[in-house]
């Protein structure tokens, strides 16, 4: 396949970008001589890239040790304190981060990703994450991620499992010291309503990094029009910038309300209608249209997430940390696909680069890697397996 910067990109490159990734980031040793950890891991790029379970990629290679072995390796091979673990899968997401990443600032987007859990906890209710019910249950694995939004360049560099009784701003403490230990500058934060508080908004105006979030309007409309600017105020006025100030017994927290206007087509109906938007911001500055195309840019995470799960590895574990390795590989396969866009594929620098995504898609990347992980362990025989 040739760009026209005439770059060749290969499976088999692809294949072996994606393994010493994960053997750099120091996540395994090798378990006896069968499971080594480079077979382990082309096991796990197997069911990754096939979206099927562990137990399954084992079935389909004829070369490859059994499913118990591969999780023993596995759980004996990790390391045991979540912070360790965190870090070095950390690494394994920024290890080919280009130099251009610490020149400039970025935008960058924060979001939580719920995965829905069925099962009981492991070891204790602490690892799972209640919210709203969704997809029939109330439990999920919550993982939280900070990922650059900017064109051409959307890495995932950040990466956290959140327990049950943390708050978005010890969430936000972790993923931004994160941020820090790679020298990564940023320009404002996009994060989602579920941060708007007086607690995280104190807190990035006391570390001086602007922001821009939807307002969370809280409690029932007030019945008789007040003459301060409360937020249901704000909401009846035309579009512009209003001054709020957040509230939190006598501590207070002042920033800007910016009131906008999206128009869209009813899905029923089809006639365009109009709504209204109201976006908290510090340091962020630009008129109300500009305001909300700029938020538009975070759904760029939520692009992230969709790609994740088509790399995401079946599993019925109830290993937290288990899981959060697979969440973590499906999230490096996905920022291998934009380093070899950006870095191989791409024509132009800067403001002038143009991506041709076309060239190599997210699934096919998989596709190769499952073609190449069968090449080194099968035997070219069509697995067969007998029912009852």
Known sequence: MRSRKNSIVSSAEVHQWALQWLVDARLLKDHGWL???????????????RMTSVFAACRDLAYAPSQQAVFDALVDGLPRSLRVLENR???ALTLAQPRALRRRSWQVAIDMHLVPYYGEPHSSRNEIYYGQPRQGTTRFHAYATACIVQYGHR??????????????????RRLLARLREIGLKIKYLLLDRAFFS???TAWLQQERIPFLMPVLLRG????KPRPHRSLHWIKRQRAGWYPYTLKRGKCTAALSVCVAYRSYR???SHKRRRQKLLFAAWRVHGSPTEIRERYRKRFGIESSYRQMRQARICTCTRKPLLRLVFVAIALMLRNL??????TLLAEGRGEQLTLHLDQLRFKRLLEWLAQAVHAV???GSTPCVAQD
């Open 377 to 379: 362990l099968h035997d």
């Open 337 to 342: 696909w934009v380093w070899i866009h950006a």
């Open 220 to 223: 029932r409309r007030p019945r």
């Open 89 to 91: 899968l950390n690494d």
């Open 266 to 268: 009813h899905c029923r």
């Open 35 to 49: 499971c080594k950890a480079v077979v382990v891991w082309n096991v796990v790029l197997r069911a990754a890239a």
């Open 198 to 200: 007086w607690v995280v």
């Open 155 to 172: 890495y995932t560099l950040a990466l956290a499992w959140v327990r049950r009784h943390e708050t978005h701003a010890v969430i936000l």
